[in-house]
């Protein structure tokens, strides 16, 4: 079983900085795909950004610029900078093998950002 562990999350003034983190069991280069997604209160879950095996990498439109994913040999990561009150959600990290139809997700990261 595949256990998805998310940290980093916490309470920040708008335009502040928070980096968040998510730890997979076993080795993180069996995921095709690597993502953030989130999830504000009353509102669906979206995408945030992706990284592929490869290091591609996609972000949604209201982060691009601000946000940057990038990936190691253990972990996941999210740098989050320019923070707004409109980032505060629930963050998810989410593990794909895309052969398999896999995905795996944490239990999430509450972000909170105060104006």
């Known amino acids: 079983q595949v256990q998805v562990v998310e940290s980093g999350g916490g309470l920040v003034q708008a335009g502040g900085s928070l980096r968040l983190s998510c730890v997979v069991s076993?080795?993180?280069?069996?995921?095709?795909?690597m993502a953030w997604f989130r999830q504000a209160t009353g509102k669906e879950r979206e995408l945030v950004a992706f990284?592929?095996?490869?290091?591609s990498t996609n972000y949604a439109d209201s982060i691009k610029g601000r946000f940057a994913i990038f990936r190691d040999n253990a972990k996941l990561y999210l740098q989050m900078t320019s923070l707004k009150p409109e980032d505060t959600a629930v963050y998810y990290c989410?593990?794909?093998?895309?052969?398999?139809?896999?995905?795996?997700w944490g239990q999430g990261t509450q972000v909170t950002v105060s104006s």
């Open positions: 076993g080795s993180i280069s069996r995921f095709d795909v």
């Open positions: 990284i592929g095996s490869g290091g």
């Open positions: 989410m593990a794909q093998r895309t052969l398999y139809n896999e995905n795996y």
